[in-house]
């Protein structure tokens, strides 16, 4: 299992910049595909950003891609989000997550181990 928590979140105008880190502990970490997840009231959560076990391979959503990057750090045990361009429509709760695969996956399912959260409010 990994244990994850996620920080930098925040208030920010639009067209400004966030960086999310998501730190990780358990051994599994570096063997797991990761996922940044968000989720905004009365809207289902939906998968942001995705990357494999090594960082090789990534996937965007269409809403954020050429906004948002999505990279680790296995050493340090941390995967970020770098979103820039900020829109209204980011404003969201974002949750990373870690998967049971070490492939990259956009399977809801296959992501087992969830952060708290972190708030991002972006304003107009």
């Known amino acids: 299992q990994v244990q994850l928590v996620e920080s930098g979140g925040g208030l920010v105008q639009a067209g400004g910049s966030l960086r999310l880190s998501c730190a990780a502990s358990?051994?599994?970490?570096?063997?797991?595909?990761l996922g940044w997840f968000r989720q905004a009231p009365g809207i289902e959560r939906e998968l942001v950003a995705a990357i494999s076990w090594s960082g090789g391979s990534t996937y965007y959503a269409d809403s954020v891609k050429g906004r948002f990057t999505i990279s680790r750090d296995n050493t340090k045990n941390t995967v970020y989000l770098q979103m820039n361009s900020l829109k209204s429509e980011d404003t969201a709760v974002y949750y990373c997550?870690?998967?049971?695969?070490?492939?990259?996956?956009?399977?809801?399912?296959?992501?087992?181990?969830w952060g708290q959260g972190t708030q991002v409010t972006v304003s107009s």
């Open positions: 358990g051994r599994t970490f570096r063997h797991s595909a």
């Open positions: 997550a870690a998967s049971t695969l070490a492939t990259l996956t956009l399977t809801y399912s296959d992501f087992h181990s």
